[in-house]
């Protein structure tokens, strides 16, 4: 059974960072690009980052300065560095591959 759970989350004020990170397992790990999308509450999911097996990695362009993607192929793990964060930037938080995507974890960026 693909797992893919979402944890690191919480509140946060303006400015603040958080690292979010996603256990997997189900699958083999170093195989998959491995992706953070999102959801705003109301809006559609949105694509975050990838990351491929070797490390090379894509941002989107709205929050490439402040977020940062990487994964441990030997902690079957990927994170997401998450720096200077607006309010914006509220939303769930997923990983997902080609399999699906799993359970998300609750960003809120708030004063």
């Known amino acids: 059974e693909v797992q893919l759970q979402a944890s690191g989350g919480g509140l946060v004020q303006p400015g603040g960072s958080l690292k979010l990170s996603c256990a997997a397992s189900?699958?083999?790990?170093?195989?998959?690009?491995m992706n953070w999308v999102r959801q705003a509450p109301g809006k559609k999911s949105e694509w975050v980052a990838s990351?491929?097996?070797?490390?090379?990695?894509t941002v989107a362009d709205i929050v490439k300065d402040r977020f940062a993607i990487s994964r441990v192929n030997a902690n079957n793990t990927i994170y997401l560095q998450m720096n200077n964060l607006q309010v914006e930037d509220t939303g769930v938080y997923y990983c997902s591959n080609s399999l699906g995507r799993g359970q998300g974890t609750l960003v809120t960026v708030s004063s």
């Open positions: 990351i491929a097996t070797g490390g090379s990695n």
């Open positions: 189900g699958f083999t790990f170093t195989s998959y690009v």
